[in-house]
């Protein structure tokens, strides 16, 4: 499934990389933990968190993320909109909590594991 | 390509999370414009992802050394810090000594080291304690089946 797609379904409001949405979303990952991502996370998985600091792209870009889905209201900070902007990394925004984004990305399709 | 060093040099400063992981990314960067497998320039991103934010996150300054011989990737980490009083104890998962502002921006879950030690086919590390670290680190790419 598109992000495009993923968009659309859920109603989610994007906030950077405008360009990069057709890019195909493999699987998911829900942590807050940085390191635990660079760990588990896979290539063209979405990452959904709920930490809007500038670092969250430099994970994104280094493990090949699809994007990131802030959850629970929460809002990329200014910078972190930049960096995104530069490295293409799409960030987009849910006010649902991360239990109920998660389950109704999993209804669509994307699942954690093969 | 011959008579050039593949070897580079950054500088990374302690508690600068603006700019952290940006050193990470030109490591990938190269790798991957040298036509490097993915998966592996992926396992690379982890090691060196973990070595540079540990300078940021507990260090005041370091250096991170990236080069590419003839059968590995090495990557050697310095930095000017508070050193590491055990290294035994730092490398258990879980252990962190990072302060609350720190883990409130998801670092400081104690995988640092073991994602490094994961990633990497040799990880040694030297401290002295109110001096300094080094991280040295050899990856050794998949061999090109063909
Ligand atoms: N470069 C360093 N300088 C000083 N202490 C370090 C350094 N790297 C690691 N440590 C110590 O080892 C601990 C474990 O490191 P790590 O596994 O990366 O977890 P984390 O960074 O999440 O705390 C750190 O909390 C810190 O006490
Ligand atoms: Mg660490």
């Known amino acids: 499934m598109k992000l495009t797609e993923l968009i659309r379904e859920l109603a989610l409001t994007v906030r950077s990389a405008d360009k990069g949405l057709d890019r195909e979303v493999k699987g998911g990952y829900a942590s807050d933990l940085l390191s635990d991502v660079m760990a588990h996370s896979k290539e063209g998985d979405i990452w959904v968190t709920i930490q809007g600091h500038p670092n969250v792209v430099a994970v994104a870009t280094l493990r090949d993320l699809a994007g990131i889905i802030l959850a629970n209201g929460r809002q990329p900070d200014a910078e972190t909109v930049q960096r995104a902007e530069e490295e293409g990394v799409p960030i987009l925004c849910t006010p649902l909590p991360t239990y109920e984004i998660v389950g109704r990305l999993y209804r669509l399709g994307i699942h954690g594991q093969d | ?146």
């Open chain 2, 1 to 146: 390509m011959q008579g050039k060093a593949l070897e580079w040099a950054y500088e990374i400063e302690g508690k600068d999370f603006r700019n952290a992981g940006k050193v990470s990314s030109k490591v990938k960067e190269i790798l991957k414009e040298l036509g490097f497998d993915p998966a592996f320039v992926r396992g690379v991103a982890i090691a060196s992802y973990e070595a540079e934010m540990n300078v940021v996150c507990h260090a005041e300054k370091g250096t991170l050394h990236f080069a590419i011989l003839p059968e590995a990737l090495k990557i050697v980490v310095e930095d000017q810090g508070p050193g590491i009083p055990d290294i035994a104890l730092a490398m258990q998962e879980g252990y962190s000594t990072a302060p609350a502002e720190i883990r409130e921006m998801g670092f400081g879950a104690g995988m640092g080291l073991p994602n490094m030690k994961k990633n990497t086919d040799e990880l040694n590390i030297a401290s002295t304690v109110g001096k300094g670290t080094v991280v040295e680190m050899v990856i050794r790419p998949p061999l090109p089946r063909e």
